[in-house]
């Protein structure tokens, strides 16, 4: 089976980002993110309603860093260290050697690029650190964008699954796409 340990804890770079450990200076940004409906559009999660409720989010990924059950990065510009965005493996299955791949990121940013290199950043880290086989998102079918970025980063439609879940009163469907550690 696989075993990850994120002590000490990777800040990852690229061209033009810092992907660095969430904190508790971020709460402000986290609440703009996910109390904002159409960020959240996609995501089948309530509106976070309050500063409280994005410590609690916070809270949330750090004990899943802590005991090595997820890892989420807060995405910076190199310029500015605000966070933008959020990115990370939030699910691991270390005995399929396979993780789940999620990402937001705040609507003045979006279309610019940033999430898909991110994701290749992150995607990177998974394969050569973590040493996982594959790499998953779930997502909902209507967002088009997030298959587009996926696309772009050589994941592959693996299937579309019909109301298997339920939330608000009523069944989603999901879209599951995956890449697979070419080495």
Sequence with gaps: MMKVSFDPFPIL???RLILRRVGPEDAEQ???LR??????RYVPRPLTKTIEDARTHIALIESRIVSNEGINWAITLKDNP????IIGHYVIRPEHYRAEIGYMILHEFQNMGIISEAIAKVVEYGFREMKLHSIEAIIDPQNRASAKVLEKNHFV????????????GKFLDTMIY??????
């Design 178 to 183: 995956s890449l697979i550690n070419p080495e």
């Design 82 to 85: 605000t966070f933008i965005g």
């Design 13 to 15: 770079e690229t061209d």
């Design 30 to 32: 986290i609440f703009l």
């Design 35 to 40: 109390s904002n409906p159409e960020s959240m």
């Design 157 to 168: 439609m693996e299937a579309h699954l019909k109301e298997n879940e339920f939330y608000d």
